[in-house]
């Protein structure tokens, strides 16, 4: 009876460890306009998913990629399938929109091992205008716009609008702290993607850095920058 137990115990433990262990989920908690880096493997298919919510289109950074590419109708879900070279790809990025909204950067890092699912959970986080008095430079500009709710969702909508018409990669790949990299109309309010760069020391960056008069509202994608690091800034202005 001894040799039986001691018998199933070697088998078992040969399955255990024949069988690939199935990879734990990677779960993220992004703030709205954030970055998520999640893992795709390129030897099967990676589902991402945002909980609560449906991924509606998918913007890369190149206009391609070496993923295939299914969105699942009823979850909303996408599922990735690598199609490139058997090479090693390189990483890449884009913009995830989902329906209610919300627009996530990505970044996929490339892996062999076995498929993980990619679980996002997006946090709201919808900029609003500073006070007339919060600012340097003697105040801003008046506005047509009324004041109150209506007025900061328009400050909102043009943010999201600048970010999926005029950003392209998940960081800034160069451009001193402040430069201008382009700049978008938004009916009577204008759109500036800016660089919040840190130079050659880790820095926080401030809101108050990219006021000036006819500012209304400015969105940092990240405030603690290590050296060396950059970061989207969104400033909205009337024309």
């Known amino acids: 009876m001894l040799k039986k137990l001691k018998l199933a115990a070697v088998l078992a433990a040969g399955l255990a ?25 390129v030897t099967g298919i990676t589902r991402v998913s945002v909980v609560g919510d449906r ?6 950074d190149n206009e391609s990629s070496v993923y295939q590419v299914r969105n699942d109708e009823k979850t909303g879900d996408i599922f990735l399938k690598y199609a490139g ?28 091992s076995s498929t993980q699912t990619a679980l996002i959970t997006v946090r709201g986080s919808a900029p609003e205008p500073e006070a007339a008095s919060g600012g340097a430079g003697g105040g801003f500009a008046e506005t047509s716009f009324g004041g109150g709710d209506g007025f900061v969702d328009q400050l909102t909508s043009a943010t999201r609008d600048t970010i999926r ?15 201008l990299i382009s700049t978008h109309r ?32 400015v969105w940092v994608q990240k405030k603690s920058l290590a050296a060396g690091e950059r970061s989207w800034v969104v400033v909205v202005r009337s024309k």
């Open 85 to 112: 070279s058997d090479e090693m790809p390189s990483k890449e990025g884009g913009y995830l929109v989902t329906e209610k909204g919300y627009t996530v950067a990505y970044e996929i890092l490339p892996i062999r």
């Open 55 to 60: 991924i509606s289109s998918i913007v890369n």
């Open 165 to 179: 018409s005029k950003i392209r990669s998940p960081l800034p790949k160069g451009g001193s702290n402040g430069a």
């Open 186 to 217: 938004i009916g009577e309010l204008v759109g500036e993607v800016r660089v919040a760069s840190a130079g050659k020391s880790a820095r926080q960056v401030r809101e108050q850095e990219f006021y000036r008069s006819g500012v209304l509202s």
């Open 17 to 41: 460890s024949a069988c690939p262990a199935y990879a734990a989920d990677q779960r993220f908690t992004v703030k709205e306009d954030g970055l998520v880096r999640f893992k795709a493997s």
